[in-house]
């Protein structure tokens, strides 16, 4: 059976690694006129994905399927895992050359764990492994898995926003960003899988107008009152 593409998130998926590519390069003092736009929306580059990625996985946690969970963990695990083998070696043959300081097998540790101690990017790869056993973790309880999702999202926005993570910053930048993030990151799955069990894209799109009137408002929410992610 053919699969059905949904060119909307296609598209979608474009534009963010475009604004992924801006968020690294532009900040939002001496911006240039036109690049202002996508610098204003280049915040919820990283909050899309996370929401996609959980929009196509969502039905592993739906059905808690044990089979499919597998075959994710294997997907996200082992190119973690081995890319942060292989930058390890290589950083401690660069450190061996240039006579600099080696790569320990704590710094490698706290890769595996967390995903920013050797290769900064990592941190989100990392946190689809952790979500992804959170989530079908609560998939396997007697708990209504919707009402499970929704909890966590408002304890998570709650964490996130009353200033409760602050002490982690005292766990050093690369503890603290990965840990922090995965606050952020976790309503952001949790819409997502919630979009896909309630259908909820097509049923957006019979409201256009509305939905899109309800994005410019919360875009303009969001960086007024700077609650984005």
């Not at 320990?104 to 952790?130: C, D, E, P």
């Not at 079908?136 to 409760?164: E, H, P, V, W």
Request: hydrophobic fraction near 50%; charged fraction near 10%; aromatic fraction near 16%.
């Amino acid at each position: 059976m053919l699969k059905k593409t949904n060119y909307g998130i296609c598209l979608l998926r474009i534009v963010m690694c475009f604004e992924v590519i801006i968020a690294h390069f532009y900040h939002e003092t001496n911006v240039p006129f036109l690049m202002k736009p996508f610098v204003i929306i280049s915040g919820y580059a990283v909050p899309c994905f996370m929401i996609v990625a959980f929009y196509f996985s969502a039905s592993i946690f739906i059905n808690s399927d044990i089979t499919k969970y597998k075959n994710r963990m294997y997907r996200l695990v082992v190119p973690h895992v081995g890319w942060s083998i292989i930058y390890f070696f290589v950083l401690n043959v660069i450190a061996l050359i240039e006579n600099g300081d080696p790569c320990t097998l704590k710094a490698l540790f706290l890769q595996l764990l967390f995903g920013h101690s050797i290769i900064a990017s990592m941190w989100f790869m990392v946190n689809l492994i952790w979500i992804t056993i959170l989530f079908f973790a609560i998939s396997k309880t007697k708990l209504n898995f919707t009402y499970a999702l929704l909890i966590i999202l408002i304890i998570c926005l709650l964490i996130q926003y009353s200033g409760l993570t602050l002490p982690l910053y005292n766990l050093g930048f690369n503890l603290s960003y990965p840990v922090g993030r995965i606050f952020c990151m976790i309503p952001c799955a949790s819409l997502g899988v919630i979009l896909y069990k309630y259908n909820l894209l097509e049923r957006l799109k019979r409201h256009s107008v509305y939905a899109f009137v309800l994005s410019v408002g919360g875009d303009g929410f969001f960086h007024s009152t700077k609650l984005q992610t």
